[in-house]
């Protein structure tokens, strides 16, 4: 193990945007698993990352407001589509999420054929760079997700869908760029699943796997070194699964507990 390699000033802003993501993807989540949509933040994101695979062909800055517009209002317009599909198509909802998933993967393998460095930009746009997120990325997309919590919070006993695939679309399209394709979807699904179950201090309990996983993680990742956005998915999966199994056998051991009372 290298021990050397637990460095806080590369792993201090990765775990910090592992936080920031987990901020809006678990109760984003939740609602995700609720609606029966589950591979929505897929196509969303993979609509998102082609428009960013779009905007690299211009050579624009990756940082840059001319990207930013290009990879949000491909993410919203996939929303809104989607969002018009389920009103409409509801029975078929989950085939044409998957349908979009699909011609967007395509689209961006379409874009970078051309491109010498094209696989190692299709594998940064799935995996991620979680070690490279510096803490200039993230104030920009924390201040976007506290309005974006603000939003949610406020309105979710509304019903509204187009909101919600609104503010899922602006969300997914930021963390992609954090953490990658792969990450986002685990982030909003693993603990989800884990809370299927659990309403009271769901989103408490979600967060504190999100952090767990995150960080243990990415510590995993430096002493072994391995890419660090893949073990971090296999560490939020085993935590879901622990945790859900805890809130499971939760409830049955406080009824043994009273029984015996």
Known sequence: MNWQALDLSILGPAFLAGLVVASTHVPLGRH?????IIFLDLAVAQTA??????AHGF???????QVQLI?????????????????????????????????????SILLLAANPHGGERLKELLVGQ???????QIIPVALLYLAILALWFVFRHRQSS????????????????????????????????SLRHQERRANRIGY????????LGLVFAALLDLPAGAVVVYTLAILSLLGGWLMRHKPAKRAMSQATR
């Open 32 to 36: 995700v698993l609720k609606r029966g």
């Open 162 to 193: 187009l909101l919600f695939y609104l503010l899922f679309a602006v969300s997914i399209t930021a963390s992609v760029q954090l953490v990658g394709v792969y990450l986002v979807f685990a982030t909003l699904i693993l603990p989800a699943l």
């Open 59 to 65: 050579h624009w800055d990756p940082g840059g407001w």
């Open 130 to 136: 979680i070690l490279w997120v510096s803490y200039q």
């Open 49 to 54: 990352g082609t428009g960013l695979v779009a």
């Open 71 to 107: 990879a949000v209002t491909a993410a919203i317009i996939a929303a809104v589509v989607l969002h018009l599909t389920e009103k409409r198509w509801a029975e078929i909802q989950e085939a044409l999420i998957g349908s979009l998933f699909v011609l967007a993967s395509s689209g």
């Open 208 to 215: 504190l796997i999100a952090a767990m996983g995150y960080g």
